[in-house]
C-alpha cells in the first residue's frame, strides 16, 4: 500500500477503536455527537482543500451545507399528495421518484424519495457554486472575503424569511436516507452503529478522493496555482478553471454533508446557515493548518465534538473567536504543522520571528 | 418598482415618507463605512469589528447615563470607545510583520466575536436604549406631508457634522495629512519623518470615535444590544465597497442610495428580503465595478499593510 | 507528525470516554436546553436564571420526595442542531427525570420526536401550536396558545367597532404562529386584513412598513413579535402619525420593551400573563400570591424585571414538582400522567387544566388584557 494511504488506515483503525471502547464503556450516547462531527468535518475537509490547497478563502461555506440540506429537507417533507391527479407527479411517481409514508401523526404523505432528493440537491448545489463561483473566484483578497460573507449572508437571509422553508422554524420531521438493506441515515438510537460508521466510512472515502487528488496532477498544479499564479499561468495551468472546480468539489462535499445530516438529525434550522457557522468551519481549517487535511480533520473531530457536547457552555462562539485570533497571531500556518517543535523551540529561546506565510 | 404603478398607495406623501425611511437607514449605514474607510485608507485593513464600535458605543453610552447627564454620557461614550479602538490595535495589529490580507480578515473577524461576546458577558443579554435627544418617542416634525422624528434629524446632522470634521482633520491638519502621507506611500512618509506605527493606532481610534458617535446618537431611534454591531457591520462595508473603499465622501452618498433602495424594496418584495437586495447589490457591485459607483479603477487596486 | 496527531487525537478521545462520572442514584436530575445566549437570548437568559432561581430554593428546603434536584443547563444559543445534539446527551447520558425548554418554537419541533423515542418528559417553553397538536405523550408547553390571544384581541376590537386592520409581524416561530391564528380566525370574528407585513426581527427601522399599513387606512394594528423589534415597529407607527389603537401580542410581556419604546407604548393594548401587573391585582385572586413571590424573589435576587418569558420556565419547574408529588415516585409514566391529571394548577402564565388531548392547559382566561399607562403595565379597564 502506498505511503500515502497509510495515514487513512490508521484513522480507520482509530475510528473503530472508539466506537469499541463505547461500547465497553457502555458509553455509546457519545457515537451521536461523534456522527454530527463526521458530517461537519467533511465539509472542513472540503473547505480545507480549497482554502489551503486552491488558496481561496471562503466565508460563506456554510451556504453550501444549508443549499444542501434545506433542498433534500423540503423535498422530502412537502406532501405532494394534494396533487395527485396531476400529469407531472403520476410521471414522477411512476419513475419511482416519489414515496408514500405515513406521517407521525397518523396523516399520509408523499414526498419525494431521499435519494432524488439528494441527488437534486447537489445537481443545485454544482449549479449555484458554478454561477457564484465564476464571478467571485476573479476577485481577490478583501472582496473575495466578502463577496462569499456575502453569498452566505444572502443564503442565510432566503431561508429565514421564506415561508415554504419554515422560516425561523426551519424543517422538521424529515425521515432517514434509506441506505441498503434496511439501514437508514438517521437520529435512531437503534441505529447508532451503523450511522456511525456509515458517517466516517463516507469522510475516510472524502479523504481518500482529496489525498489522491493533491498527488494527482491537478494537486500539482493547484499547489503551484497557491503558490504564484501568474508564474503557474506562464507554464499553461488554466489557474481561473482549476480554482473554479476546487470551489465547487468543496461545495459539493458541504452540501452532502448538509443533506446527510439534516436526515440524521431530522430537521434543519437557518442557524445552520449563519456567519458564525462559516466562521467556526473557517477557524477549524485554519488551526490545523491550512493546508493540512489531516489537521484539519483532527481540529474538526475535536472541537465540533466538544462544541456539541455543549463543553464551552455560553462560550460557545467565543471559542472560535479566540482560537481565530490566537492562530493568526502566533501561527498562522496552523498548530499541527510539520515544524512545530522547532518552532516553539525558537519561540521561546526569543530568537526574531520566523517569516510570515501566505 | 416606483409606486406609480399601484392603484391608492400612489400618494406622493408615502413616496417622500419612504424617502425619508432610506436616508435614515443610510445614514446609519454611511456611518459605519466611515469608520471603515478612515482605518483601510491608513492600513488596507477591512476592519470587521467596525460594528461592534458602533454597538460599544451606545451600550457605555446607556450605560453612563444612568450617572450623568446625557451629553457627558455620550462624550464619555465616544472617549471610552475610542481608547477601546486603540486597545484593539496595539494588542492585535501593531505588532504583526507583513501579514497577508487573509490573515487581518480572520484577525479581525476573530476581534469582533470577542468584543461582542465580552459586551454579552458584561451587559448581559437584555436591549438598551437612551432617550430621544429631543421630545419623546412619539414626536414628530411634520414637514410637507412628511413625519420625521427630530432624532433622525439629529443622525443626520450630527454624521454631517463628523464627516466635515472628518474633510477637515484629513485636509488642514497637520496630524491628517500624515496620515494621508502613509495611506499613499508609508515608506516615503517615514523618510520624512512620519510614524507610521503611530498613524496606525490613530486610525483605529479615530474609526471608533466615529463608529461611537453613530451608536450613540442612533441608539434612541433602535435600540442596542449586544449583538447589534455585525448585521451593521455587513451593511456598513456593502455601502464602503458601493462607494469605493477608502471613499468617505461616497460613503454618505452610497450610503443614501442603498437605504433607499432598501426602503423601496417592500412594495416588490416581502420585508424579509431587505437584506437579500443590499447582499445582492453588494455582489454586483463587486462582479462588475469592484472600484464602487464612484471610485476609480486605480483606486482599487488594493493597498498594502 | 501525522502519527503524532493521531496518538494525541486517539488519547483525547479515551480520555473524554472514560472521564464520565458515575451516576449517583439520589440527586433527581432535571435538563433544560435554553437559549441562554445567542439570538433568542431574551427568553433564555430568563429562563436560565429563573430555573436556577427555583432550584436553589426548592433544594434548600429539603428537594422533592427527600431528594435533592440537580439541574443541567444546556445553552442551545436557539441552534436546532445543538438542541438536537443535547438532547439526546440529556437523555441517553445524563439520564435526565425531564427537560425543560428549549426556548423557540423550531428546537422543540426537532427534538419532539427525541423526547417520545426516549420516553423523557419534555415540557417546552416555546409557544408554537404544533408542539402539542397533535399531542405527543410525552411533550407539553407552557405557554398560553396564541389562538386563545388572539381571541381576546378580537373580542376586544369588536367591542371597539374595528373591522379593518393591518398585521405585523416578525419572521420567528412566534411570529408565524400568531400570523398564522390571525389570518385564520378573522373571518369568523368579522375581522378583515387589508394590510399584511412580515418584517425581519432584527430590522433597525421600520418606517416603510408601517407607511404600507398608513396607506391602507387600517383601523387598527396588530403587531405580533417577541422580539424587541416590535417596540421600533410602535415607535414608528405613531411617528408618522398613525393614530390607530396598536394591539400587541403576550410576547410584549417584558418591560425593557416598554422602555425602548418611549412614550410611544401610551396606550397600546395587549392580552398577557398576570404577572406583570401582580402587584395591582385583587387580593383573592388566584395567583397573585404566586406571581408576587416570583417577581419579588426574581428582581432581589438578578436585579432586573421579572418578563413574563421567564414565567414558562417557572411553571414547567413547578408542574413537574407537583407532578412528582401527586404521583408519589419518581417515575416518568407515572409523573407523565400526573401532568396529565393537573386540574385548577395555579401557575405564572395562568390556571393549567390538563388532560389527555390538552397538554397545554391554558385557555381565554389565562390572559388578561393589559396596557401601558406612564410606562407602566396596567390593566385595562
Known amino acids: ?358 | 418598482m416606483l409606486p406609480i404603478f399601484y392603484g391608492k398607495d400612489t400618494d406622493l406623501e408615502f413616496f417622500f415618507q419612504y424617502l425619508v425611511a432610506g436616508i435614515t437607514y443610510g445614514t446609519i449605514y454611511a456611518i459605519v463605512a466611515i469608520g471603515f474607510n478612515i482605518i483601510y485608507n491608513a492600513t488596507g485593513i477591512i476592519n470587521f469589528a467596525q460594528g461592534e464600535f458602533v454597538m460599544l458605543g451606545g451600550m457605555t453610552a446607556v450605560t453612563l447615563s444612568q450617572y450623568m447627564p446625557l451629553p457627558m454620557a455620550i462624550l464619555g461614550a465616544v472617549a471610552v470607545t475610542t481608547v477601546i479602538g486603540a486597545v484593539i490595535e496595539i494588542l492585535f495589529i501593531r505588532w504583526l510583520r507583513g501579514p497577508s490580507v487573509l490573515r487581518m480578515i480572520i484577525i479581525t473577524i476573530g476581534v469582533s466575536i470577542l468584543v461582542r461576546e465580552i459586551a454579552l458577558h458584561i451587559w448581559g443579554e437584555s436591549v438598551r436604549a437612551l432617550p430621544y435627544f429631543t421630545g419623546d418617542s412619539v414626536t414628530s416634525i411634520k414637514m410637507g406631508s412628511v413625519y420625521v422624528s427630530p432624532q433622525v434629524l439629529w443622525v443626520v446632522g450630527v454624521s454631517a457634522v463628523a464627516v466635515a470634521a472628518m474633510i477637515a482633520f484629513f485636509n488642514y491638519t497637520m496630524l491628517g495629512r500624515q496620515m494621508r502621507a502613509c495611506a499613499a506611500n508609508r515608506d516615503a512618509a517615514r523618510l520624512c519623518g512620519v510614524n507610521a506605527g503611530n498613524m496606525v493606532t490613530l486610525s483605529f481610534m479615530l474609526s471608533a470615535a466615529i463608529g461611537a458617535l453613530g451608536g450613540a446618537v442612533v441608539c434612541p431611534i433602535t435600540y442596542v444590544h449586544y449583538d447589534s454591531g455585525t448585521p451593521l457591520a455587513i451593511k456598513g462595508f456593502t455601502v464602503a465597497i458601493l462607494g469605493g473603499l477608502g471613499n468617505s465622501a461616497a460613503a454618505v452618498g452610497a450610503g443614501m442610495i442603498l437605504g433607499i433602495l432598501e426602503s423601496f424594496s417592500i412594495w416588490v418584495l416581502p420585508a424579509t428580503y431587505k437584506e437579500v437586495v443590499s447582499i445582492t447589490i453588494l455582489l454586483l457591485i463587486l462582479f462588475i465595478r469592484p472600484s464602487g459607483i464612484f471610485g476609480s479603477a486605480e483606486a482599487s487596486r488594493l493597498k498594502e499593510f | 507528525m501525522r502519527r503524532r496527531t493521531m496518538i494525541v487525537l486517539a488519547a483525547f478521545v479515551m480520555a473524554s470516554l472514560t472521564a464520565g462520572t458515575t451516576w449517583a442514584a439520589e440527586p433527581i436530575k432535571i435538563g433544560a436546553i435554553l437559549s441562554v445566549t445567542g439570538p433568542a437570548s431574551f427568553l433564555g437568559a430568563p429562563e436560565a436564571k429563573t430555573l436556577e432561581m427555583l432550584v436553589e430554593e426548592t433544594n434548600k428546603k429539603g428537594g422533592v420526595m427527600g431528594r435533592q434536584i440537580q439541574l443541567i443547563v444546556k445553552d442551545s444559543a436557539a441552534s436546532p442542531e445543538k438542541a438536537v445534539s443535547f438532547a439526546k446527551q440529556l437523555i441517553e447520558e445524563d439520564k435526565v427525570f425531564a427537560i425543560i425548554g428549549p426556548s423557540t418554537s423550531g428546537e422543540t419541533m426537532k427534538i419532539k420526536s427525541i423526547a417520545e423515542e426516549g420516553k423523557t418528559i419534555l415540557l417546552s417553553c416555546a409557544a408554537a401550536e404544533e408542539i402539542v397538536v397533535p399531542v405527543a405523550k410525552y411533550v407539553f408547553k407552557t405557554p398560553q396558545k396564541d389562538r386563545d390571544v388572539v381571541i381576546r384581541i378580537f373580542q376586544e376590537m369588536k367591542k371597539m367597532k374595528i373591522t379593518k386592520i393591518g398585521v405585523l409581524s416578525s419572521n420567528t416561530g412566534f411570529g408565524k404562529g400568531g400570523k398564522g391564528q390571525i389570518e385564520a380566525l378573522a373571518p369568523q370574528h368579522g375581522i378583515t386584513i387589508v394590510a399584511n407585513e412580515v418584517y425581519d426581527k432584527a430590522a433597525s427601522d421600520l418606517t416603510a412598513e408601517v407607511t404600507k399599513l398608513k396607506a391602507a387606512n387600517v383601523e387598527a394594528i396588530v403587531n405580533w413579535s417577541i422580539e424587541p423589534a416590535q417596540a421600533i415597529a410602535i415607535k414608528n407607527a405613531r411617528q408618522i402619525g398613525i393614530k390607530a389603537p396598536i394591539f400587541l401580542s403576550h410576547g410584549f410581556g417584558n418591560i425593557k420593551y416598554v422602555e425602548i419604546a418611549g412614550a410611544a407604548a401610551e396606550g397600546v393594548l395587549f392580552p398577557a400573563g398576570r404577572l406583570l401587573v401582580a402587584d395591582v391585582l385583587p387580593k383573592n385572586h388566584p395567583q397573585k400570591a404566586l406571581l408576587v413571590k416570583y417577581k419579588k424573589d426574581y428582581e432581589s435576587k438578578y436585579k432586573e424585571d421579572a418578563s413574563t418569558f421567564g414565567g414558562h420556565a417557572y411553571d414547567a419547574f413547578i408542574i413537574l414538582l407537583k407532578a412528582i408529588e401527586k404521583a408519589g415516585k419518581v417515575d416518568k409514566e407515572a409523573v407523565r400522567t400526573a401532568i396529565e391529571s393537573l386540574k385548577g394548577f395555579v401557575g405564572t402564565a395562568g390556571i393549567f387544566n390538563f388532560s389527555p388531548p390538552d397538554h397545554n392547559g391554558l385557555g381565554l382566561d389565562s390572559v388578561e388584557m393589559l396596557t401601558v399607562t406612564k410606562g407602566k403595565f396596567a390593566i385595562l379597564k
Open chain 1, 1 to 358: 500500500m502506498r505511503a500515502r494511504y497509510l495515514p487513512v488506515a490508521a484513522f480507520a483503525g482509530l475510528i473503530v477503536a472508539i466506537q469499541l471502547a463505547t461500547h465497553f464503556t457502555g458509553s455509546a450516547y457519545h457515537l451521536t455527537q461523534l456522527t454530527m462531527t463526521a458530517y461537519y468535518s467533511l465539509l472542513i475537509v472540503g473547505l480545507c482543500m480549497l482554502i489551503g490547497y486552491a488558496g481561496q478563502i471562503s466565508l460563506g461555506h456554510a451556504g453550501f451545507f444549508a443549499i444542501g440540506g434545506y433542498l433534500s429537507a423540503f423535498l422530502t417533507t412537502r406532501n405532494l399528495s394534494s396533487f395527485k391527479g396531476s400529469g407531472f407527479i403520476s410521471l414522477l411517481s411512476k419513475a419511482g421518484l416519489l414515496v408514500g409514508r405515513a406521517d407521525p401523526y397518523g396523516g399520509s404523505l408523499l414526498n419525494v424519495h431521499p435519494w432524488c432528493a439528494c441527488v437534486v440537491a447537489i445537481v443545485v448545489t454544482v449549479v449555484i457554486a458554478y454561477l457564484v463561483g465564476g464571478p467571485v473566484l476573479k476577485l481577490r483578497g478583501h472582496y473575495l472575503a466578502m463577496a462569499t460573507l456575502g453569498f452566505g449572508v444572502i443564503i442565510y437571509r432566503i431561508v429565514l424569511g421564506t415561508e415554504f422553508l419554515g422560516a425561523a422554524d426551519g424543517i422538521s420531521d424529515v425521515p432517514g436516507f434509506p441506505l441498503l438493506a434496511g439501514l437508514e441515515i438517521a437520529g435512531k438510537s437503534s441505529l447508532r452503529v451503523p450511522n456511525y460508521y456509515a458517517a466516517w466510512g463516507l469522510v475516510i472515502l472524502g479523504m481518500v478522493f482529496l489525498i489522491n487528488l493533491i498527488h494527482s496532477r491537478v494537486g500539482r498544479a493547484l499547489i503551484s496555482i497557491h503558490g504564484a499564479e501568474d508564474a503557474a499561468g506562464a507554464v499553461g495551468i488554466p489557474a481561473a478553471r482549476y480554482k473554479l472546480n476546487t470551489f465547487v468539489l468543496s461545495a459539493v462535499f458541504a452540501s452532502l454533508a448538509g443533506i446527510l445530516l439534516t436526515h440524521y438529525n431530522g430537521g434543519i434550522g437557518p442557524s445552520e446557515a449563519s456567519v458564525m457557522k462559516s466562521v467556526r468551519y473557517v477557524a477549524i481549517v485554519a488551526v490545523g493548518g491550512m493546508a493540512n487535511l489531516w489537521g484539519a480533520l483532527s481540529m474538526s473531530l475535536v472541537l465540533n465534538y466538544l462544541s456539541l457536547r455543549g463543553y464551552f457552555g455560553t462560550f460557545d462562539d467565543t471559542v472560535f473567536g479566540v482560537i481565530l485570533i490566537l492562530i493568526m497571531l502566533f501561527a498562522p500556518d496552523g498548530l499541527l504543522r510539520r515544524h512545530l517543535f522547532s518552532d516553539l523551540r525558537r519561540f521561546f529561546s526569543g530568537s526574531a520571528a520566523g517569516e510570515e506565510g501566505p
